[in-house]
């Protein structure tokens, strides 16, 4: 799919290498960019944000829940046939030019470059999502950022965990932090790693040494291909609203509101052209297609 490109500070060209069956492994830059005025601006317009005078914790907060209620968490594009390239560029164009969402990978990627662009300093961190069973998935399994204001202050921004908190977390301190999805609190771990727990229930497990992009490449794959994953098993587009969350997965239309919970099936593909355009936001030339199965229900993600 062509998507509108948005102008940026730095140019970069990014291949793909054909597998046998699939979509095309991405071939991934080293080197991040930081976007040029326009495309932090045109970026600004997408979340409905105003430009901030600094690049400071409280402007951070207000970026971080704009994005939540404006982009998506979704998975489409595995659906769709739609190859999911690991690059900056490319994320930009899809997330600000296609008005489209992704799940970690793209969207805290995307997320990253906006806030470089406006004076912040930004590391990813690779994490792994703990399962059922309390054990951590694979590495590279989940993507957040650690922020770094003008001040120097640290946060854990994480805008691509679907139902997680609605504000960046505090990335030293070790005490509870309230946050209108939950309680969260960030515990040191084996190894010097962290883990991110929300109402006492471990999350993830993350690892605070910068990694590159490029570094995510497998775990990308991974959760495009690998029957153990449930994207390629279920479709997801999620996002926050001012009273709780929407979710369509599959036909089924999931509305939280005020504590509230409420699922209706949709009749017919023209209602569900309808719920992506009107609630999401996404228009699509044609439907996502699960290979080998109906869509499952609501899940948190990786």
């Given at each position: 799919m062509t998507t509108p490109s948005t102008s940026t500070s730095t140019s970069t060209s990014t291949s793909t290498s054909p597998t046998a069956s699939g979509p095309s492994v991405p071939v991934v830059p080293a080197e991040?960019?930081?976007?040029?005025?326009?495309?932090?601006?045109a970026y600004l317009r997408r979340i409905g944000a105003e430009r901030p005078a600094r690049a400071d914790a409280g402007a951070l907060r207000e970026l971080h829940l704009r994005h939540l209620r404006t982009?998506?968490?979704?998975?489409l594009s595995i659906?769709?046939?739609?190859?999911?390239?690991?690059?900056?560029?490319?994320?930009?164009?899809?997330?600000?030019?296609?008005?489209?969402?992704?799940?970690?990978y793209e969207v805290n990627t995307a997320?990253?470059?906006?806030?470089?662009g406006l004076g912040y300093r930004v590391a990813l961190l690779q994490?792994?999502?703990?399962?059922?069973?309390?054990?951590?998935?694979?590495?590279?399994?989940?993507?957040?950022?650690?922020?770094?204001?003008?001040?120097?202050?640290?946060?854990?921004?994480?805008?691509?965990?679907?139902d997680h908190s609605h504000f960046p977390l505090a990335f030293d301190e070790r005490a509870d932090q309230e946050d209108p999805g939950g309680v969260?609190?960030?515990?040191?771990?084996?190894?010097?790693?962290?883990?991110?727990?929300?109402?006492g229930k471990p999350q993830y497990r993350l690892e605070p040494r910068p990694r590159e992009l490029a570094d995510f490449t497998a775990g990308a794959w991974y959760h495009q291909t690998s029957p153990d994953s449930h994207f390629p098993r279920s479709l997801i587009c999620s996002l926050l609203t001012e009273d709780g969350r929407i979710t369509l997965s599959g036909?089924?239309?999931?509305?939280?509101?005020?504590?509230?919970?409420?699922?209706?099936?949709?009749?017919?593909?023209?209602?569900?052209?309808?719920?992506?355009?009107?609630?999401?936001g996404i228009v699509l030339d044609a439907l996502p297609v699960v290979r080998g199965g109906e869509p499952e229900s609501e899940k948190r993600n990786p």
């Open positions: 991040p960019f930081v976007p040029g005025a326009s495309a932090v601006d982009v998506p968490f979704e998975n659906h769709l046939g739609e190859d999911i390239v690991l690059d900056e560029k490319a994320l930009l164009d899809k997330v600000v030019g296609a008005r489209r969402g992704g799940f970690c997320f990253a470059v906006l806030l470089r994490g792994r999502v703990i399962g059922p069973e309390g054990k951590p998935g694979i590495p590279y399994d989940h993507m957040a950022l650690l922020v770094e204001t003008a001040e120097g202050e640290r946060w854990l921004a994480d805008v691509g965990f679907g969260f609190r960030i515990t040191a771990a084996a190894d010097g790693d962290l883990d991110v727990l929300r109402d036909r089924k239309l999931i509305t939280r509101a005020h504590g509230d919970r409420d699922e209706r099936e949709l009749e017919g593909e023209a209602e569900v052209r309808e719920a992506y355009r009107d609630l999401f």
